[in-house]
C-alpha cells in the first residue's frame, strides 16, 4: 500500500509545492485548505502522515493537532511552521507533532522529515504488533529457510480475507500460524475463534457451530451463540478438518457456500462475516481416494494450502526454539536461566521430534523444572533423544556415528511405515511427511529402502 499524506494549508502555492514534491514520489495525497476540512477527511479514512500548518483561518494548527490526534493516534503529523511561529511548532511537538519543517519548503528537507516519519510510523506499528503477539504467545520461532518462507506467506496471505488450509504434522505450529493470519489481518479487533471438529460429538456439531435456542432439544436450557456467530468479523479456525465426520462435512460446507447460518430451533437465518482457516494433519487427497473426505468440501477449504514443514526438516531452528523456550519456562518457574552443552544441543539436533515442536517445548519445560543445574548435558536429557541402545559413555566414545547409526534406523523405520500407511503409494508418503517426492526418493536410496516396482 502507497503511503497516505494529508495536506492541511490554506496557502494554495504551499499546497502546490507540497504536491508537486510528494506525488513523484509515489506517495498518495490529498490537499485541503483548513483544519475542519481536514479532520473530516480524516474521519473519512485513513492518512498515515498530516502536513499541519500552525497558521490557519477557522480552528488553527495546535487545535487541529490535539483532533487530529484524538480521532487518529495513529497518524504522523509535521507541523509547517511560518516566521514567527517557531515557538509554537516546537510546542506542537510537545503534543504529538512528530517534527516541524519551516517555510519557505525546501525540497530535501521536505523529503527527508516525510521519509522519517513515515519510518518511525512503520517502526511503531511493527512493536505494537510485535507486543501483542507477546502478550498473546504468538511469537514464531525460526529462521530456517522453510521457516522464512512460511513468514513470507503469512506476511502476504493475511490482510487478505482468502480461505487458508494448514497441513503438517502433529505440534508443528499449525494453530500458531493460523493465529498470526488472524492478528496481522484486518480482523485482529474482533476475535479468533477456534473449533476442534474431531473433538465435538456429531449430535452436538449444528448447536456448536450455528447456535441453538431455547427448548430446541433436551439440555437447550437458553439460546447460546455457535462458533460462527462468536467469530463475526474475526477469523473461524477449523482444526482437524480431516477428522470430521461426512454429515458435519455436508452441514460445512452448505454454510461456507452462502456464509448463512441458521441456529437449532430457529427460524431466521443470518448473515456471518467470518474468515475460515483450516487445519489438518492428514493427507487429504488421500482421504478423498479412500472416501473418507467431500473433495468439494476441500475446494471450499483450500484457496491457500500452506505447509508447515515438521521439525526434523529445520534442524537449524532446533538451537534457538531450545533457547527461547527455557527462557520461558525458566521465568515461568522462577529458575535461572539454562545453558546447553554443545553435546546436548546436538543431540537435541539429531533427534528426529515425532512431536515437533510441541514435543521440544515439553522436553525444555521438563529438564527446567527436573534439572537442578544451570547446565544442561547429554545425560539430563531423556534417553529416547539420544535413539541409541548404547549407555551414554558408549555413545560419547563412539561420538556422532552412534548418533548417526541411530538417528538413520529411525527414520527407516518412520519412512518404512508412512509408506506403508500410503499403501506403497510414494507421492502419498512424501506429501503426509512434508517432503518433496524427489527428497524422498533421495532419502530412501540413502537408507537402502526399496522403491515400489510401479514407482520406479
Ligand atoms: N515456530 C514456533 N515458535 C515458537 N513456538 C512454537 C513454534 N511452533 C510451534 N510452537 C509452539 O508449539 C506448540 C504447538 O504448536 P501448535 O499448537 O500451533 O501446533 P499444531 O500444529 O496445531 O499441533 P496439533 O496438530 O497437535 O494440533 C504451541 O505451544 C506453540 O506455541
Ligand atoms: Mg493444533
Not at 515438521?310 to 532446533?318: A, C
Request: with cysteine; aromatic share 6%; hydrophobic share 40%.
Amino acid at each position: 500500500m502507497r503511503p497516505s499524506i494529508l495536506i492541511i494549508d490554506d496557502e494554495q502555492n504551499i499546497c502546490q509545492s507540497l504536491l508537486g514534491i510528494l506525488e513523484p514520489e509515489g506517495y498518495e495525497t490529498l490537499a485541503v485548505s483548513s483544519g475542519e476540512d481536514g479532520l473530516e477527511a480524516l474521519a473519512r479514512r485513513r492518512f498515515d502522515l498530516a502536513l499541519l500548518d500552525i497558521m490557519l483561518p477557522g480552528i488553527d494548527g495546535l487545535e487541529t493537532l490535539s483532533r487530529v490526534k484524538a480521532i487518529r493516534p495513529n497518524c504522523q503529523v509535521i507541523i509547517i511552521s511560518g516566521h514567527g511561529t517557531i515557538e509554537t511548532a516546537v510546542r506542537a511537538t510537545k503534543l504529538g507533532a512528530f517534527d516541524f519543517m519551516e517555510k519557505p519548503l525546501s525540497m530535501e528537507k521536505t523529503l527527508l522529515v516525510v521519509k522519517n516519519a513515515l519510518h518511525r510510523k512503520k517502526l511503531e506499528e511493527e512493536n505494537l504488533q510485535l507486543r501483542e503477539e507477546m502478550e498473546k504467545g504468538c511469537v514464531m520461532i525460526g529462521d530456517s529457510i522453510p521457516m522464512q518462507a512460511l513468514r513470507q506467506q503469512i506476511d502476504f496471505a493475511a490482510p487478505t480475507d482468502a480461505r487458508i488450509l494448514i497441513f503438517g504434522e502433529n505440534g508443528t505450529g499449525k494453530e500458531l500460524v493460523a493465529r498470526l493470519l488472524h492478528y496481522r489481518s484486518q480482523r485482529r479487533q474482533n476475535r479468533f475463534v477456534a473449533v476442534n471438529c474431531a473433538a465435538i460429538p456429531e449430535e452436538l456439531i449444528e448447536s456448536e457451530l450455528f447456535g441453538h435456542v431455547k427448548g430446541s432439544f433436551t439440555g437447550a436450557n437458553e439460546d447460546k451463540d455457535g462458533k460462527f456467530v462468536l467469530a463475526d468479523g474475526g477469523t473461524l479456525f477449523l482444526d482437524e478438518v480431516g477428522d470430521m465426520s461426512l454429515r458435519t462435512q455436508s452441514k460445512i460446507l452448505r454454510v461456507l457456500e452462502e456464509l448463512q447460518i441458521e441456529a437449532v430451533g430457529g427460524k431466521a437465518s443470518q448473515k456471518v462475516d467470518v474468515r475460515v482457516i483450516s487445519a489438518t494433519n492428514k493427507n487429504l487427497d488421500d482421504e478423498i481416494e479412500k472416501g473418507n473426505f467431500r473433495e468439494d468440501l476441500l475446494y471450499r477449504l483450500e484457496v491457500i494450502p500452506f505447509l508447515v514443514p515438521p521439525l526434523r526438516e529445520r534442524t537449524e531452528d532446533i538451537e534457538t526454539l531450545a533457547g527461547f523456550f527455557a527462557r520461558e519456562f525458566c521465568e515461568k518457574y522462577g529458575k535461572p536461566h539454562i545453558r546447553f552443552t554443545p553435546q546436548a544441543m546436538e543431540a537435541l539436533q539429531q533427534y528426529s521430534w515425532p512431536g515437533n515442536v510441541r514435543e521440544l517445548r515439553n522436553l525444555i519445560e521438563r529438564v527446567v523444572i527436573m534439572v537442578p543445574r544451570t547446565t544442561i548435558d547429554l545425560s539430563d536429557l531423556p534417553p529416547y533423544t539420544l535413539q541409541s541402545a548404547t549407555a551414554p559413555s558408549a555413545a560419547e566414545a563412539e561420538g556422532e556415528e552412534s548418533l548417526k547409526t541411530a538417528r538413520e534406523g529411525f527414520e527407516r523405520e518412520f519412512i518404512l511405515r508412512r509408506i506403508r500407511e500410503c499403501g506403497g503409494n510414494i507421492s502419498g508418503a512424501a506429501r503426509s511427511l512434508g517432503i518433496e517426492r524427489s527428497y524422498l526418493y533421495e532419502k530412501m536410496r540413502r537408507l537402502d529402502i526399496p522403491i515400489p516396482k510401479k514407482e520406479s
